[in-house]
């Protein structure tokens, strides 16, 4: 138990649906992020909040919808993907006052699969 | 850019065997360096660190070195273990921590 919730674990849709991928955290960080894992490629660094202020989007397709509305909560909204979209999907957070320990805690991950 | 390298996997050794897995690195600045393992069905988490140059950083039996000269920072175990069977992910922060760059990941199979 990391502290940081994803859900749901699992997902499949199709490339009309509209689903959302939510990650919430309880240790009280004031920074969260969005990471793409694929096989046999680096992490992707999809999307950073800091105090529920967007910092980083690195050119990530708009079919792609971040919204955090709290500093604890993160959603991630999805529409219209492509196949080429299934991955793992991680969420995570971090502590981002004071002296930073550079430390990231993740979530399980939501693996999502595209028809 | 700032980039991590890491040696491709898998990696497979048997139980109480030597254990390297090698990341370098390109920063621009002076960077942070970790280690992260994801354990089957599980997401990342920290393994180690080092912030600064021959810095060790070392947990659970592993251990890492910060080479500034060489930019490399090579996971290393005496003697591996089952359960140590995981994906190894290295990865640095520059300036701030909020942007990680993360390495392709290792998987570690250790059998009995």
């Known amino acids: 138990e990391t502290g940081v919730t994803q859900t749901p674990r699992h997902l499949v849709m199709g490339m009309t649906n509209k689903k959302s991928l939510k990650c919430e955290q309880h240790l009280g960080h004031n920074a969260m992020y969005w990471y793409k894992q694929s096989a046999k490629k680096p992490l992707e660094l999809m999307f950073v909040?800091?105090?529920?202020?967007?910092?980083e989007n690195n050119s990530v397709p708009s079919r792609f919808s971040p919204e955090c509305p709290n500093s604890s909560h993160l959603f991630l909204h999805l529409h219209t993907l492509q196949p080429e979209d299934s991955a793992l999907y991680l969420c995570?957070?971090?502590?981002?006052?004071?002296?930073?320990?550079?430390?990231?805690?993740f979530g399980e991950g939501s693996r999502l699969t595209v028809l | 850019g700032d980039s991590v390298t890491q040696m491709e996997g898998p990696v497979t050794l048997s139980e109480e065997a030597f254990l390297t897995i090698n990341c370098t690195y390109t920063?621009?600045?002076?960077?942070?360096l970790f280690w992260y393992v994801q354990y089957p069905g599980e997401g990342l988490q920290l393994l180690l660190k080092a912030t600064k140059a021959d810095d060790k950083g070392s947990n659970k039996g592993f251990e890492a070195t910060y080479r500034k000269e060489t930019t490399s920072f090579h996971l290393e175990k005496g003697s591996v273990q089952v359960s140590d069977s995981a994906v190894y992910f290295c990865?640095?922060?520059?300036?701030?921590?909020?942007?990680?760059?993360f390495g392709s990941g290792t998987k570690l199979n250790v059998k009995p």
């Open positions: 990865a640095l922060s520059v300036y701030n921590f909020n942007k990680f760059y």
């Open positions: 909040y800091n105090f529920k202020e967007q910092t």
């Open positions: 920063a621009t600045g002076y960077p942070s």
């Open positions: 995570a957070s971090s502590q981002d006052q004071g002296v930073p320990t550079g430390e990231l805690f």
